[in-house]
């Protein structure tokens, strides 16, 4: 596998991957999933390992890349850096987005490492395992996911279940899984399929972010340092101070994206609500600008792709929508993923294996060179960065269900985003329990279906 891999054409074809994920990463709104959608049919004419060595290579790297607007502009480019925004768009007004940059690049490339280490080891231990995960079991940590919401809420507790309670509301837009029937639509047909998380999350973050940035008519960082080397190592030290973090922030990060249906929206909370639930002196310091919830975040939202290749490979079973488009490369290639890949096929296997190491390697060492130059963008005037952001975030809500009505889900939550924000209401509540909503009432119907009362047992 490692001399497929090597081979000169296909390491070109693992590095524009690599470069692609990256630009696909900065951009909020597009992520992971419309990137490997967009970039599926160029694939079509390439040999097997080289497709799927290049769409791996985009996947891999998304959730690097993602940072830099999570940290600059409080702007999650996916949703798997939303938690990342909490202490890195701070870190980034104290003038330490360099030291934030660094640190997440470093948790970065470890994580996706880790994961990359545990898929080569794991596959044939974790069948049993993934075998063994029913749906009142998946039931129990989306709710553990929940919990979270204590250590979100900024000591103001009630007001952190208010806004959940919120949330778990809005997920139950659209039309009920198991037996169709539909809820809040108005007779609206945009509504069928419930709100859109790209418009949603935008509008509670980015939007009012934006609204106070534009009233400032100030840059984002207070001072106007240019981002140095040093700055990143300082980061760097920061995780190799932290490395007990990083390694539990890794497992559990290999461990949940190997669940089949959990997905990256979910994944970097839970490690940042381990992290502040664990870690000395967190609670008055998380949500602040510490480097630890940046650690705590991107380590385990990178180790999450180890970990979500494991079922895709292994059974067949996606581990998350991208994996599902993924899976879809491996059926147009005539490979189909099952028992297979682990004896006849386990050349592909490894071959992917690499991939997702040298990916994460050359990810990460493109983003600690560029990172610098993204960093200036933060000593731009607000008169300036605000319209073109704006105007990247339109798209991006747009991109969701290409429907203008997402434009109108931006603007209403880019109301109410602002409004908690003034009223000192916490806000990532309220986006953890719309991003967990469906699956919880999901999981909770099929339990009760399939095994009655008898599975709180």
Known sequence: AFLIITDPNRMLFVALGTLLGLMIGVIPGIGGL??????????????????????????????????????????????????????????????????????????????????????????????????????????????????????????????????????????????????????????????WDGLSLVPVALGLFAVPEMIDLGASRRSIAKKSDKVSAWDQLSGMRDVLKNWWLVLRCSSIGTLLGAIPGLGANVIDWIAYGYAARSLPGAKETFGKGDVRGVIASESANNAKEGGALVPTLAFGVPGSASMAILLGAFLIHGIAPGPKMLDEQLDVTFTLIWTVAIANILGAGLCFLLAGHFAKIATIRAGILVPLVFGIMVIGAYQGAKDYADLIVLLAFGVLGWVMKRLNWPRPPLILAFVRGGSVQDYLVMSLRRYGVAWML
């Open 34 to 191: 419309v990137g490997l959608a967009l970039l599926l049919p160029f694939t079509f004419a390439l040999d097997p390992y080289t497709a799927l060595a290049f769409l791996v290579g985009v996947q891999s790297v998304t959730t690097t890349s993602d940072t830099i607007p999570a940290v600059l502009f409080g702007v999650p480019g996916t949703t798997g850096s939303a938690a990342t925004v909490l202490d890195g768009y701070p870190m980034a007004k104290n003038g330490e987005a360099g030291r934030a940059y660094g640190a997440a690049f470093t948790a970065s490339v470890c994580g996706g490492l880790f994961g990359a280490v545990i898929l080569a080891i794991s596959i044939p231990v974790i069948r049993p395992f993934i075998m063994a995960v029913g749906t009142p079991e998946l039931l129990a940590i989306c709710l553990l996911g929940l919990t979270l919401i204590v250590s979100l809420s900024h000591r103001a507790l009630f007001k952190g279940l208010v806004a959940a309670c919120l949330g778990l509301l809005f997920a139950t837009i659209g039309d009920e899984p198991q037996t169709g029937e539909l809820r809040w639509t108005f007779d609206n047909f945009y509504l």
